[in-house]
Antibody
């Protein structure tokens, strides 16, 4: 069964940096595009950006451009989401999902990020 | 940016009833629309893609319809496990995507 496995929950302080990961065990089967999605209680699901594992071509949502960095390492079929200067407002659940044509499937299990002093 | 508006925000029904959820796009998305179900503590799960195709393993009571700007997710006869939050999602300019704000389907 192909699936995406994300790194574990993180607790960080404001100003710290963080990198979370998403390993795609079904790489090359259907699509090499991985999307990152944030979920917070007040805002539902928000698309952050999408990366192509093959050449790291990346597209960002305007809401997240400059706030995060999405990267990938094709050799380990893994996508990453990176913050340089965390804020309390970055707290939330972060999902990765494979983008196949017009749909997201499968999804990772989610990584909970808590930023608090 | 294409905006997806879901209605109603909350739908209260009983098991066995029919559920009809709506998703309206601010401009045409052709048939590039998907529906997801999310239960508490779980990741979203793909139900319907390309407006009307059921994903693998999704029961036949779930169906999707529509094209252009107006889409519907129908659950023909609600089972207890169907009470959850449902999101629509579109892909307009590859690979950018947007989500609707969700419809909460709750037990009446």
């Amino acid at each position: 069964e192909v699936h995406l496995v994300q790194s574990g929950a993180e607790v960080k302080k404001p100003g710290e940096s963080l990198k979370i990961s998403c390993k795609d065990s079904g790489y090359n089967f259907t699509s090499k595009w991985i999307a990152w999605v944030r979920q917070t209680p007040g805002k539902g699901l928000e698309w952050m950006g999408t990366i192509y594992l093959g050449d790291s071509d990346t597209r960002y949502s305007p809401s997240f451009q400059g706030q995060v960095t999405i990267s990938a390492d094709e050799s380990v079929t893994t996508a990453f989401l990176h913050w340089n200067n965390l804020k309390a407002s970055d707290s939330g659940m972060y999902y990765c999902a494979r983008l196949v044509r017009s749909r997201l499937d499968p999804w990772g299990q989610g990584t909970l990020v808590t930023v608090s002093s | 940016e294409i905006v997806l508006t879901q209605s109603p925000a909350t739908l209260s029904l009983s098991p066995g009833e029919r559920a009809t959820l709506s998703c309206r796009a601010s401009q045409s998305v052709s048939s590039f629309l998907a529906w997801y179900q999310q239960k508490p503590g779980q990741a979203p799960r793909l139900l319907i893609y390309d407006a009307s195709n059921r994903a693998t393993g999704i029961p036949a009571r779930f169906s999707g319809s529509g094209s252009g700007t107006d889409f519907t997710l129908t659950i023909s006869s609600l089972e207890p496990e169907d009470f959850a939050v449902y999101y629509c999602q579109q892909r307009s300019n590859w690979p950018t995507i947007t989500f609707g704000q969700g419809t909460r389907l709750e037990i009446k």
